[in-house]
């Protein structure tokens, strides 16, 4: 049975981004598996409405940061400044110190401003001049890119892209979606509007939730096999680590939990499978858009047999 407060979360963002309910379910579920996502799309999609619009439905603090060439790393995890009056350094936390971050065109800033965000995304705490900052429990980045071929960009290396759970692609609307944007009500407006319907305390405990949901081994090692055959397929040249299985598992209790039940089915596996592990992947041939890692995933996902066996509860 779905969740009342899950559904009403989903049904309020699906408010304001118009028919995107999948992109929608996906960013709810890394929310709740305590991942990060990276929207790569082409600009004017709604990436960022999307993002604003979570934000505003869960509570908590939100911070967004423009990502520019100019940007360095203590514009976002924040600086020490002498205090002279008491001759001692004080830190001035920067906008990293929040529970949802937006990192808007992430691509645009240096590989160093880039590598800022890797302690905080894969341990929830920064460490600056030697001292350990936490972050708060539910940090949640949502970062945006445009493709690596437009200008002024610089291409995410692997560390920082293995940090997100997902990598997810809005995409443009349907002609009818589209034409009810144009003629509907004003959706900043409509943004501006959104109360949170989500508490911290309601989402801490949908996390604990989403721990206690059930994987039959028959599941672990369907999961394990399309690990596997990443690691063995000739147009691959860096499959999947150990920690991106380990992603996929915690994804697909968030997405069972999300689809009001306690268990995992292999056609959760199998709609989590690109999110997951296209953006993880390095090809052989040295391609790199997503488009052509997605169609590699599917290949793999089309060449290995499903389990039919019910859930094992």
Do not use: C, W
């Not at 999110?275 to 995933?297: D, E, I």
């Amino acid at each position: 049975m779905e969740n009342p407060a899950l559904a009403t979360l989903t049904a309020q963002i699906n408010q304001v981004v118009v028919g995107k309910p999948d992109v929608i379910k996906l960013t709810i579920t890394a929310l709740l598996a305590g991942g990060h996502v990276l929207f790569e799309d082409v600009p004017g999609v709604g990436k960022t409405t999307l993002a604003r619009a979570l934000a505003r439905s869960v509570a908590g603090d939100f911070n967004r940061v423009q990502f520019t060439p100019d940007l360095l790393p203590n514009d976002i995890l924040g600086v020490s400044i002498l205090n002279q009056q008491h001759n001692d350094f004080e830190f001035h936390a920067g906008p990293i110190f929040t529970t949802m971050l937006l990192a808007d065109e992430i691509n645009r800033a240096t590989p160093r401003t880039q590598s800022a965000l890797l302690q905080a995304m894969a341990e929830r705490q920064v460490t600056i001049d030697g001292t350990t900052y936490p972050l708060p429990a539910n940090f949640f980045v949502l970062a945006t890119e445009n493709p690596s071929e437009y200008a002024g960009t610089y291409p995410l290396p692997e560390a920082q892209l293995d940090r997100f759970l997902f990598s997810l692609q809005v995409g443009y609307p349907t002609a009818p979606d589209e034409l009810a944007l144009y003629s509907g009500d004003d959706r900043q407006q409509t943004l501006a509007q959104l109360q949170a319907v989500v508490s911290e305390e309601t989402l801490t405990a949908l996390k604990q939730q989403v721990t206690q949901v059930k994987i039959s081994p028959t599941v672990v090692q369907y999961a394990l096999d399309l690990v596997t055959a990443t690691r063995q397929d000739a147009a691959i040249r860096l499959g999947i680590s150990p920690r991106g299985g380990l992603a996929l598992m915690q994804a697909s209790r968030a997405y069972a939990l999300l689809n009001g039940r306690d268990y995992v089915l292999p056609a959760d596996i199998q709609a989590l499978l690109i999110p997951t592990f296209s953006h993880r992947l390095v090809l052989a041939n040295g391609a790199q858009s997503l488009s052509a890692k997605q169609q590699v995933v599917r290949d793999l996902q089309s060449s290995l047999p499903v389990p039919t066996k019910g859930p094992d509860k």
